[in-house]
Antibody, heavy 121, light 107 residues
Framework: QAQLVQSGAEVQKPGASVKVSCKAS????????IHWVRQAPGQRLEWMGW????????KYSQKFQDRVTISRDTSASIAYMEMSRLRREDTAVYYC??????????????WGQGTTVTVSS | DIQMTQSPSTLSASLGDRVTITCRAS??????LAWYQQKPGKAPKMLIY???SLESGVPLRFSGSGSGTEFTLTISSLQPDDFGGYYC?????????FGQGTKVEIK
């Protein structure tokens, strides 16, 4: 069955960078876009951007454009989200997600389990 | 960015009750709306896509309606497993945006 498995929790200091991975299995990785969504404590979900796993093209929310890089390794079926210049307000659970049924047009029907990133000095 | 506003923020209902959650978009999003359920400490789970299409495996007591700027998620008969957070999300335009969420509590 299709699944996305993310890397473990991270604790980073303000100003540092973090790189979260998302390993896909059970489907053809390069056929479906991977999105990244975050959720700060008590806050709404926030879409960050996506990567076309086949072409490597990316699209970012303007809010994250300057600090986030989404990449992928097709040979390993892994997508990455790297955030630089971390701030305390970046403390959140970060999710990767995909849409495997393209008839839906949009949204995300497959989610990773989430990775908690804590930014603290 | 398209703003998504849900109401209510919290609702408490009894088992068997009919429950309705509303989601309003700041501009027309046609039918490009999804609903998700999120349990504490878990990833969101898609319930509805294209405003009214039921995701495979989701119980028939869930339904969605609306188009343009006003949408509703209805649970026809509230069950114990339905507690949790519910979020709407528009995918008409980037950046995709979510509502602030509705917390459903069982009385």
């Amino acid at each position: 069955q299709a699944q996305l498995v993310q890397s473990g929790a991270e604790v980073q200091k303000p100003g540092a960078s973090v790189k979260v991975s998302c390993k896909a299995s059970g489907y053809t990785f390069s056929s479906y876009t991977i999105h990244w969504v975050r959720q700060a404590p008590g806050q709404r979900l926030e879409w960050m951007g996506w990567i076309s796993t086949g072409t490597g093209n990316t699209k970012y929310s303007q809010k994250f454009q300057d600090r986030v890089t989404i990449s992928r390794d097709t040979s390993a079926s892994i997508a990455y989200m790297e955030m630089s210049r971390l701030r305390r307000e970046d403390t959140a659970v970060y999710y990767c997600a995909s849409l495997l049924d393209l008839d839906k047009v949009g949204g995300m029907d497959l989610w990773g389990q989430g990775t908690t990133v804590t930014v603290s000095s | 960015d398209i703003q998504m506003t849900q109401s209510p923020s919290t609702l408490s209902a009894s088992l068997g009750d009919r429950v309705t959650i509303t989601c309003r978009a700041s501009e027309s999003i046609n039918i490009w709306l999804a609903w998700y359920q999120q349990k504490p400490g878990k990833a969101p789970k898609m319930l509805i896509y294209k405003a009214s299409s039921l995701e495979s495996g989701v119980p028939l007591r869930f339904s969605g309606s609306g188009s343009g700027t006003e949408f509703t998620l209805t649970i026809s008969s509230l069950q114990p497993d339905d507690f949790g957070g519910y979020y709407c999300q528009q995918y008409n335009d980037y950046p995709w945006t979510f509502g602030q969420g509705t917390k459903v509590e069982i009385k």
